[in-house]
């Protein structure tokens, strides 16, 4: 396995599980997230929409468009210790794991 299909593969089993429980309002998401808000609907849009662009990039694979996916995804993830001001709450800690692995996923394609 590649690690670009490494990388696609993950972003997708970490964010159907994210993805289900935020749109069932899952008392984890609650005790992680806080409940509903604009933001966390913001949250859910940008996580579906990584998610089908990395079905949509292992079905029909395309270098660039995989790249910009990831670059896109290591900013913010990597802005996200700031922005929540922590580095203890669990997604921040997924969030720099993550990004770490795509920076190697773009390592290897350059």
Request: hydrophobic share 60%.
């Amino acid at each position: 396995m590649n690690m670009l299909t490494l990388s696609l593969l993950l972003n997708i089993l970490v964010l159907i599980p994210i993805c289900f429980l935020m749109l069932t309002n899952n008392v984890r998401m609650v005790k992680t997230l806080g409940e509903f808000n604009p933001a966390r609907g913001i949250l859910l849009a940008m996580y579906a929409t990584i998610l089908f662009g990395s079905i949509y990039l292992l079905i029909f694979p395309d270098i660039k468009f995989a790249i910009a996916l990831l670059l896109v995804q290591i900013v913010y993830k990597l802005l996200t210790p700031f922005t929540v001001k922590t580095l203890k709450h669990p997604f921040v800690i997924s969030n720099l794991f993550i990004a770490i692995v795509h920076i190697v996923t773009i390592q290897t394609l350059s």
